[in-house]
């Protein structure tokens, strides 16, 4: 990376940062009430699909590796997503980002259940990732502008809006369709009102400060090159490879080890979400109180000792418990280094967001196969005790990685 590189970059961040303190607080305050709007509506909508899982397996017939080929359509999408749209981002602004990665999203959770054949469905599943991966990656990059605009830490909340918007889809669709509403019908609604709350929250966006155009091309350059970003990448896959072994194999875990009821089972995922979504609402008072590396450390180490609780005394009380400790240590991981990818020097912050988001993406699909596979050639507590060696890792690695970047 060129020092001038580096020195227009951070000219370029200096001037929105600026432009944006300039703002009145009522403006600043509205553009963070508008992205937790949208963080609320990106939960809401993935959780929606994800209650239709199963409708679309009986739908078109699916053997379980069909099945796992859709889902692997929609993750497929996500990651194209944040390997190519990054630097357009970056030009065009959070605001038409969001609009183009909203509205993709809210049409293909529309046609999901209307596609009229397997391979139709895989192309509306891989842009329904496409979608859901800009809107990601935009809408976090609207965050850390708002929270630099305010002046204190909001990832960690607008994080924990995704959280219950995620819940708040699964609930409602849950009870839509136990009082008999068609699942498309669930899933077109569901659409609708996200692209009205998407529209009537975009005016009150923070405006976008247009980067120099000389640069764009050394950003996306220096994205490849930045040690501190596949850093940063690289704790992110690690803490998914974690999150994403809990979110499969919480229940398992409960119900063959812990031999648990099914209503038991089931609640050990709530357990974990209900964690996460709790730490996330204080994760922004901790950060602002102690520091990001300080609340890295802190989380890493709590979700440790909550898996170990849950591997050395196998009883529902126990392992309930060390699943809630679990969602409370994992809860801050990604906004933390979230916002720590948008101050990488040289990069702009809405490619440093899709490197490292892609990066995390990897750990998150490999994450259950992983604990599966270890499972699979000993038993599944041995397999979960990797979720325990990755939360020891990130305690070790990141608040380091962090420091040396003064996050």
Not at 84 to 106: D, E
Not at 211 to 236: F, M, Q
Request: glycine fraction near 10%; proline fraction near 4%.
């Amino acid at each position: 990376m060129s020092e001038s590189t580096s020195a227009s970059s951070s000219i370029d961040h200096n001037a929105s940062l600026a432009a944006h303190r300039k703002l009145p607080l009522a403006a600043r305050e509205r553009a963070r009430y508008a992205t937790m709007a949208v963080f609320f509506i990106a939960g809401m909508l993935y959780a929606s699909w994800g209650v239709h899982v199963p409708t679309v397996r009986d739908k078109f017939a699916l053997s379980p590796g069909m099945l796992s080929f859709a889902l692997l359509a929609v993750a497929g999408g996500s990651i194209f997503a944040m390997l190519t749209t990054g630097s357009w981002i970056a030009r065009a602004g959070t605001r038409a980002a969001c609009l183009a990665g909203g509205i993709t999203m809210t049409i293909c959770c529309a046609l999901i259940l209307v596609a009229p054949s397997y391979w139709m469905l895989l192309a509306v599943l891989a842009v329904f990732g496409f979608g859901m991966a800009t809107l990601d990656v935009a809408m976090n990059a609207e965050a850390s502008a708002v929270e630099q605009a305010l002046g204190r830490p909001i990832m960690s909340s607008l994080h924990g809006m995704f959280s219950i918007g995620g819940m708040a889809g699964a609930a409602a669709g849950g009870a839509l369709l136990a009082h008999g509403m068609a699942p498309a019908v669930h899933l077109a609604l569901a659409a609708v009102a996200s692209v009205i709350v998407i529209l009537i929250s975009m005016p009150a966006v923070l405006p976008h400060v247009p980067h120099h155009d000389a640069h764009a091309k050394a950003s996306s350059s220096n994205r490849w090159r930045s040690s501190a970003l596949w850093a940063l990448g690289g704790v992110a896959l690690i803490a998914l490879i974690a999150e994403g072994a809990m979110y499969d194999w919480a229940t398992v875990y409960m119900r063959d080890v812990v031999l648990a009821s099914p209503a038991l089972s089931s609640a050990a995922y709530a357990a974990f979400t209900g964690g996460m979504a709790a730490g996330r609402f204080g994760g922004d008072f901790v950060r602002a109180r102690f520091g990001a590396p300080q609340l890295v450390f802190g989380s890493a180490a709590l979700a440790f000792v909550g898996m170990l609780m849950a591997l050395l005394l196998p009883n529902p009380i126990a392992t309930m418990t060390g699943f809630t400790l679990m969602g409370l240590g994992l809860a801050n991981m990604m906004p933390v280094l979230f916002a720590a990818a948008t101050h990488v020097k040289g990069v702009s912050a809405a490619e440093g967001l899709a490197q490292v988001a892609g990066l995390a993406y990897f750990g998150l699909l490999i994450g259950p196969v992983l604990i599966g596979g270890v499972a699979q050639v000993s038993t599944l507590p041995i397999g979960l005790s990797v979720v325990a060696a990755c939360c020891a890792l990130i305690a070790l690695v990141a608040p380091r990685i962090l420091r040396r970047l003064k996050i």
